[in-house]
Antibody, heavy 117, light 107 residues
């Protein structure tokens, strides 16, 4: 069965770039959309964006100016880069598989990213 | 952006109770609504999609209804494993947005 696993630094300094990768195992990445969602401590879930395996992406306008998503089908990975981070970007970041029919139907376990000097 | 409002924010219930959670959208989202269950330290888990379709593997005590702007998630007989936080989420239009969550606690 398909599984997702996030990886990346757990601590990022303010004003630097947050970079995360999600690896897809047990199935193909060349289907549906691949998404990032975050959960700041004490707050609700926030959709970051999604990318199709072909490379087209849709970002949350609130993050669009700082956000880049990419996909590497040969490695079965998709990635997130968020620039100029602040403490407000501290959150558990989840990768997820998105379908236009059933929404987020598969999630990674999540990774905590703390923005602090 | 479409705002999703859940009520109540916290719900105290006992095992065996029938539980209903409401989600309201700030504009019509047709039936493009999903419900998730999240337990502490875990990822959300899809329960219901397209307002009323039960995700594979999810117990039949969970059901969803509604369309347009008003939706409900019902747990017909609350089980010990059901104490968790529940979120609704619209996928009718971008940006995709979530409700604030409903925490179901033990009474």
């Amino acid at each position: 069965q398909v599984q997702l696993q996030e990886s990346g630094p757990g601590l990022v300094k303010p004003s630097e770039t947050l970079s995360l990768t999600c690896t897809v195992s047990g199935g193909s990445i060349s289907t549906d959309y691949w998404s990032w969602i975050r959960h700041p401590p004490g707050k609700g879930l926030e959709w970051i964006g999604y990318i199709y395996y072909g490379g087209s992406a849709n970002y949350n306008p609130s993050l669009k100016s700082r956000l880049t998503m990419s996909v590497d089908t040969s490695r079965k990975q998709f990635s997130l880069k968020l620039t100029s981070v602040t403490a407000a970007d501290t959150a558990v970041y989840f990768c997820a598989k998105y379908s236009s029919s059933s929404s987020f139907n598969l999630w990674g376990q999540g990774t905590l990213v703390t923005v602090s000097s | 952006d479409i705002q999703m409002t859940q009520s109540p924010s916290t719900l105290s219930a006992s095992v065996g109770d029938r539980v209903t959670i409401t989600c309201r959208a700030s504009q019509s989202i047709s039936s493009w609504l999903a419900w998730y269950q999240q337990k502490p330290g875990k990822a959300p888990n899809l329960l219901i999609y397209k307002a009323s379709s039960l995700e594979s593997g999810v117990p039949s005590r969970f059901s969803g209804s509604g369309s347009g702007t008003e939706f409900t998630l019902t747990i017909s007989s609350l089980q010990p494993d059901d104490f968790a936080t529940y979120y609704c989420q619209q996928y009718n239009s971008s940006p995709l947005t979530f409700g604030g969550g409903t925490k179901v606690e033990i009474k």
